[in-house]
């Protein structure tokens, strides 16, 4: 790894602190921030943590017109040791660099990404809630910033990181969304970006999730960009369904998102010699599934939701009910194990925690 230090500049006052009990996701940020420029000729410089605050950039910036940006999310969790621990941290950097490349980004030195979020969430460690649910959610990401308005890839960024103590990511918390299939609009198609992570990927998906919010929906699912007939994800995370007895979630195709907890579940259901396939999942057979009493679970996973169930599914007016709205033996059990690794309440059996 190439040696690098990070500038510290404290901040004189301190924000006041939300009541644990009382977060909501992503809306309140802690004191200090970490930033990073690339320009070229000269690479990744002047890495620092400085105190948090607006950024300026010049309006004719590549990231206000073309959307050249990527980001990641994972979180910080305390212990009942009162220690700060990661979660497999380093396949979000891994995720990152692979978002960056598709993006015509350039790299970033992986480890010293990883130092500069532990030295952020160190130096945040008071702002590590403490409440049943809740953890301090980080938020690397990269934006193209050179002034320019060709469509070319930029030739300079800003990596920056900032910290937001959260609580669930559903206002539902741990109870089953409503999730509306989606038949109109398409989140993204093989070859596109779909399994980077980057804004307009959310921005496209934006309107969909519009048209069903007002009527209790927490998101959509999305279907392939094709023949609008395979289950691709919900946005926000990977779907499973638990059909008589075996766990399926949608392979990998180029245009789903890698998560770091779908890997984790399926890391897990082996373990534990439940049945579990990636493959291809159409709407059809979870309808027929469901119709013929054999769909007996959903649920969707990610670093913001964790697993979070769903308890209906609305497809083509029809509304099919999963576990009578309850949730299932396979997602509970999903989420008790990992939330115990994460919080350092369960052993650790596959080494995915990092201590800051
Ligand atoms: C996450 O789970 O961390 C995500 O990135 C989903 C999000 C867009 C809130």
Redesign the pocket.
Known sequence: MEERTIQVDLCSTKKEKPKSDQLQ??KVFTDHMFIMDYSDPLGWHDARIVPYQPITIDPSAMIFHYGQSV?????AYLSPEGEAQLFRPEKNMQRLNRSNDRLCIPPIDEEFALQAIKELVALERDWIPASEGTSL?I?PFVISTEPYIGVAPSRHYKFIIILSPVGA?YAEGINPVKIAVENHYVRTVKGGTGEA?TGGN?AASLKAQEMVANTGYAQVLWLDGVEKKYIEEV???NVFFKINGEVVTPALNGSI?E?V?RNSVIQLLKHWNIPVAERRVSMEEIYQAGKDGLLEEAFGT????VISPIGQLTWNDEHLYVNDGNTGTVAKRLYDTLTGIQYGKEKDPFGWIEQV
């Open positions: 996701f992503g980001f990641e999310g994972l979180k959610y938020r990511y992570k959310y946005g926000s995370m998102l998560g907890t990610g670093t913001a939701a």
